[in-house]
Nanobody, 117 residues
Framework: QVQLVESGGGLVQPGGSLRLSCAAS????????MGWYRQAPGKQRELVAR???????TYADSVKGRFTISRDDAKKTVYLQMNSLKPEDTAVYYC???????????WGKGTLVTVSS
């Protein structure tokens, strides 16, 4: 009933910036926590950032000060502004949201971010 579509990934040089977007569509009426995860080859998926319905944000230590998560509930969209990108940020980034009422988790299919010179 819910589909998440990520966009904004691509190839960027170290120190560059990208802005990821994730738009939810479908039957969900209210969204709880929204977040971004990433997974690099050979590594487990890790939390990058999350934002609650009240606007409280949490960041992985590795991205603090560089990434900013935000949301637009009217558009059912979550964003991840990524600045000062490093090669170690290279990964597939996945959008995640939790239904406010049913607590179900939904995942996007991912967007690849490659940071390389």
């Amino acid at each position: 009933q819910v589909q998440l579509v990520e966009s904004g990934g691509g190839l960027v040089q170290p120190g560059g910036s990208l802005r990821l977007s994730c738009a939810a569509s479908g039957s969900i009426s209210r969204i709880g926590v929204m977040g971004w995860y990433r997974q690099a080859p050979g590594k487990q998926r890790e939390l990058v950032a999350r934002i609650t319905s009240g606007g409280t944000t949490t960041y992985a230590d590795s991205v603090k000060g560089r990434f900013t998560i935000s949301r637009d509930d009217a558009k059912k969209t979550v964003y991840l502004q990524m600045n000062s990108l490093k090669p170690e940020d290279t990964a597939v980034y996945y959008c995640n949201l939790v239904g406010y009422y049913d607590a179900m988790n939904y995942w996007g299919k991912g967007t690849l971010v490659t940071v390389s010179s």
